[in-house]
């Protein structure tokens, strides 16, 4: 059987990343192993669920820019996150100084959003309804 373990997303500053996605969106760090440059293997994931982890990975390779740029020129998001409830989280980010680049928008069985992660990406923020 075939699992997802890890998925990754690039981040222009990896201590930066790992205060947005810990301390705003609330996700737990899980592993932080040093891989030498100043590099490190820095994961985080679910708050009290062991299981698929994001990595928080370095974006210097020299493909990583151009690629993030026109992700982001083209409004896509590298990643979805799930929430409960949709406009709670947008009202609690918000508050945080959290930029939306997109509203929460309902399209029935799903409402989504899309922040900017301060560290180089689009993130959406999904709810799943029903």
Do not use: C
């Amino acid at each position: 059987m075939i699992r997802i373990h890890l998925a990754s997303v690039f981040v222009d500053d990896q201590a930066k990343a790992l205060d947005f996605y810990t301390r705003v969106l609330g996700l737990e760090p899980r592993q932080d192993i040093d891989m030498g440059d100043g590099n490190r293997w820095l994961t985080v994931g679910n708050p009290g669920a062991p299981g698929v982890e994001l990595l928080l990975e370095p974006s210097a390779h020299p493909a990583v820019g151009p690629f993030r740029d026109a992700l982001v020129g083209d409004g896509i998001p590298a990643t979805q996150l799930a929430v409960d409830d949709l406009d709670a989280e947008h009202e609690r980010l918000t508050g945080l100084g959290v930029t939306f680049v997109q509203p929460p928008m309902d399209f029935g069985p799903v409402a989504v959003a899309v922040i900017d992660d301060t560290v180089g990406n689009l993130i959406q923020l999904a709810q799943l309804k029903g």
